[in-house]
């Protein structure tokens, strides 16, 4: 929650500043304000629709993926958790991710590859850290992070062009250090550096609920072992989620764009980038369980 | 004066919420306790109401198994005839291990590993067995929680006044516990 009002104040700020900043007029506070609400809001009713479309996700069928909704059952049970919707991506490489805003409107979507690479006890895993971030609600603050970063980069692109065209505007009002100045330009570097903070939050955000929610998995199914040979199997595949994008790496169990990390250790600043901490680092901690 | 009223005033607000909050709070946790214990049970009938299928799908095809589908038939009887918890423990240990041994039998038949609601069947049966170790799982889990907020010091004196009494876990008797053993 905390990170979600978070969230919500850094792009009402940004917003607010610029927009006052750009058009020297408190009205733009305004419009701010009404932009960040509605994002907000469309955010927190709409985001699991659209990621699930946007990963062509469609519902699981009850007797062909009997499995499947049997292990999410049980995890329920074990956890007190209501069952979340499930879904299905044909897709060779075997990935899940799971979305929604609260454990009664959450769903869970896996790709074929992973039925077809994982035995039962490696799924249950994997299902297990998927239900652990609804538990958390690493959901919700996934999908508002999404949104705000996407919104600030869309504001900063909006408001370059902007200043562009009308750039010559408000010169010479006053004589001397003009306070709307000063304003403008924090405006301007806080516009450069906004997206970037937020990317680099939403990374550090999301690598810190990975591990929770690894942790968390193993609390629900109390045997480590089946989370690891997944976490293994993970490494050693190389397939790569075709309908997973930037937008939505954060939200798989393992970063669909793994090729980054193909010559074994990320340099540093991938690693400020990188939305899940490295798989050995996952598993050594699993193993000191 | 008006000082020391004010005081006194917001130490008995401060009261009286500290015991509301903590009574809900024990009473949603003695909730979930039975809850829980509802849930064991609805998985257990959920067996027993796939056993008959399932001894139904493996007799087409392996009729002369007669001694391991009897066997799960009368662990099955038992349990439902139970009359006390320890009964149907014993009961429910014993079912698990004719189940385990009947799917370990029907490896044997090709045409039977073939058929499609035997191993629609197989798969829910699995998936019940682990919903009953995940249901007393969890089951435990709320007993924990719950008896620990009647021992814990502000709620101990709740608990005290209301009657909140401990609640005893569900432990896994006789052959459960017991080192598992391998025949061949």
């Known amino acids: 929650m905390i990170m979600i009002i978070g969230f919500f104040l850094f792009t009402f700020l940004v917003l607010a500043i610029v927009g006052y900043a750009v058009t020297g007029g408190l009205s733009s506070v305004a419009i701010a304000v009404l932009i960040t609400l509605a994002t907000t809001w469309g955010a927190y009713w709409k985001s699991d629709v659209i990621a699930l479309r946007m990963s062509r996700a469609v519902e699981a069928d009850e007797t062909e993926y009997a499995r499947y909704h049997n292990l999410v059952e049980g995890l329920c049970i074990a956890s007190g958790l209501p069952k979340p919707r499930l879904y299905v991506i044909e897709d060779d490489s075997p990935n899940a991710f799971a979305t929604g805003r609260n454990p009664k409107n959450s769903a869970i979507a896996v790709t074929t590859g992973l039925f077809k690479k994982m035995n039962r006890l490696e799924l249950e895993g994997v299902l297990a850290h998927e239900l652990s971030h609804i538990k958390n609600y690493d959901i919700l603050v996934n999908t508002m992070a999404v949104t705000m970063v996407g919104l600030l980069a869309l504001v900063a692109d909006f408001t370059f062009r902007f200043m562009w065209l009308s750039g010559h505007r408000r010169r010479g009002h006053h004589d001397g250090p003009d306070p709307t100045a000063i304003i403008a330009i924090v405006g301007i570097i806080l516009l450069v550096l906004a997206p970037i903070i937020a990317k680099v939050m939403q990374y550090a955000i999301g690598r810190q609920r990975e591990a929770l929610a690894d942790l968390s998995a193993v609390e629900i199914t109390r045997y480590p072992p089946g989370l690891i040979s997944a976490l293994e199997k993970l490494k050693a595949d190389d397939t790569i989620v075709r309908s997973g994008s930037r937008a939505t790496a954060h939200m798989w169990i393992e970063e669909p764009m793994a090729q980054v990390e193909a010559d074994g250790n990320l340099s540093r600043i991938n690693r400020l980038f990188a939305t899940h901490p490295p798989l050995d680092e996952r598993i050594a901690a699993l193993r000191e369980l | ?184």
């Open chain 2, 1 to 184: 004066m008006l000082w020391v009223l004010l005081i006194l005033l917001v130490i008995v607000v401060a009261a009286i919420f500290f015991v509301f909050s903590s009574y809900n709070g024990l009473v949603r946790a003695r909730n979930r306790v039975e809850e829980a214990w509802a849930q064991i049970d609805v998985q257990l009938k959920k067996r027993y109401d796939l056993i008959p299928n399932l001894v139904e799908t493996v007799k087409g095809y392996a009729s002369h198994e007669k001694e391991t589908l009897e066997a799960v038939i009368s662990a099955r009887n038992a349990g439902m005839n139970a009359s006390s918890p320890a009964e149907q423990a014993n009961a429910e240990n014993q079912i698990t291990g004719a189940l385990k041994s009947l799917f370990a039998v029907t490896e044997a038949y090709p045409d039977l590993k073939a058929n499609t609601s035997f191993l629609h069947l197989q798969e829910t049966l699995t998936g019940v067995e682990d919903k009953i170790a995940y249901s007393r799982q969890y089951y435990n889990d709320s007993v924990n929680k719950y008896n620990t907020k009647t021992e814990v010091f502000p709620g101990v004196l709740i608990a005290g006044a209301f009657n909140f009494n401990k609640r005893e876990y569900f432990e896994a008797e006789g052959d459960a516990r017991g080192p598992v053993q391998v025949e061949f």
